[in-house]
């Protein structure tokens, strides 16, 4: 799928202003969507993310509120991008893609989060 710049800017947060947000201690949820064991193996340490894999996305929609920013994280981006879309096509207004996913956090942030 093709986003225009401003399309991009609108539903992506880079991982320096997701540590900014954690840092100062903002009330969000940070959506995880890859697979359990992708999670026990590289997260991020300081903030509980909600683990939901891609696939089990539809079964928990309704539990996600829509009055909450929620910031989608995955690997590198790619399954990210495709919960965010899917949330926004729901109705959630309040959803950003977390550009580069957990090795984006290692490069840029935090070299001890593993990679894989």
């Known amino acids: 799928m093709y986003l225009d710049k401003e399309t991009y800017k609108k539903i992506h947060i880079s991982v320096k202003e997701l540590k900014e947000k954690i840092d100062k201690g ?5 959506l995880d969507v890859r697979e359990p064991q992708e999670y026990a193996f590289s997260r991020i340490k300081e903030k509980d993310a909600m683990l939901v894999p891609l696939m089990s996305l539809p079964k928990v929609i309704n539990s996600l509120p829509k009055d909450k920013d929620i910031y989608v994280l ?6 990210s991008l495709q919960a965010t879309l899917w949330l926004l096509q729901h109705g ?16 840029e942030i935090d070299p001890t989060v593993p990679k894989y």
């Open 26 to 30: 903002e009330d969000f949820i940070l």
């Open 74 to 79: 995955c690997r590198s981006g790619n399954r």
């Open 92 to 107: 959630f207004t309040r959803v950003k893609n977390v550009e580069g996913g957990i090795l984006a956090w290692s490069d």
